[in-house]
């Protein structure tokens, strides 16, 4: 069972990066996967990315090549760099972890055209 806090969320241009931030109250490790899920105005919840404790990684194919999931597990965080943004990554940005399955509260990210 963690608490999870995502940030880093905001406002950018087409093409441009972001970074987001998970910060759980727990040991990241004790989850079999940690991961990032998105959810759009109207659209269903979907996976983005998830990383194992053996750092095994799964991507979406559409962000595939663009976005990469990483975690420190001295720092008990899980990140996701963004790059290449387009306007259909628009979306609200969940961290999940198994353990418990937990979920964050969610960071908006934005892409203009």
């Known amino acids: 069972q963690v608490q999870l806090v995502e940030s880093g969320g905001g406002l950018v241009q087409a093409g441009g990066s972001l970074r987001l931030s998970c910060a759980a109250s727990?040991?990241?490790?004790?989850?079999?996967?940690m991961g990032w899920y998105r959810q759009a105005p109207g659209k269903q919840r979907e996976k983005v990315a998830l990383?194992?404790?053996?750092?095994?990684?799964d991507y979406a194919d559409s962000v595939k090549g663009r976005f990469t999931i990483s975690r420190d597990n001295a720092k008990n965080t899980v990140y996701l760099q963004m790059n290449s943004l387009k306007p259909e990554d628009t979306a609200v940005y969940y961290c999940y972890a198994s353990l418990g399955g937990s979920w964050g509260q969610g960071t908006q990210v934005t892409v203009s055209s």
């Open positions: 727990g040991r990241i490790f004790s989850s079999t996967v």
């Open positions: 990383i194992t404790r053996g750092d095994s990684t």
